[in-house]
Nanobody, 122 residues
């Protein structure tokens, strides 16, 4: 059974940093695309970042502030979030396996984590 478990969320002041982790179990995803999405209060699920074997992708609003990385030996993907803003407040979800190449499309991912809350205060 495949599981994705996110951690690292919390409450942080604007300008602060958090690092989210997503640990996968049940199979390895070293050759698969993995992504991060978020859903703020009253908002639709939004693409944040994705990583493949060779590339990384980001939504414009986080470019220069967020980085995505992976440790295949640990079957883990990370989202380093710097210079956080109140508008980054959301539940952040990890997603895995997207053979379509449309990494910003949430419905192209096969596996999802349960989410971790990130709250950024003024």
């Amino acid at each position: 059974q495949v599981q994705l478990v996110e951690s690292g969320g919390g409450l942080v002041q604007a300008g602060g940093s958090l690092r989210l982790s997503c640990v996968a179990s049940g199979r390895t995803f070293s050759s698969d695309a993995m992504g991060w999405f978020r859903q703020g209060p009253g908002k639709e699920r939004e693409f944040v970042a994705a990583i493949t074997w060779t590339h990384t992708y980001f939504v414009d609003s986080v470019k220069g502030r967020f980085t995505i990385s992976r440790d295949n030996a640990k079957n883990t993907v990370y989202l380093q979030m710097n210079t956080l803003r109140p508008e980054d407040t959301a539940v952040y979800y990890c997603a895995a396996e997207n053979p379509s190449g449309r990494y910003h499309q949430w419905n192209e991912y096969k596996y999802w984590g349960q989410g971790t809350q990130v709250t950024v205060s003024l």
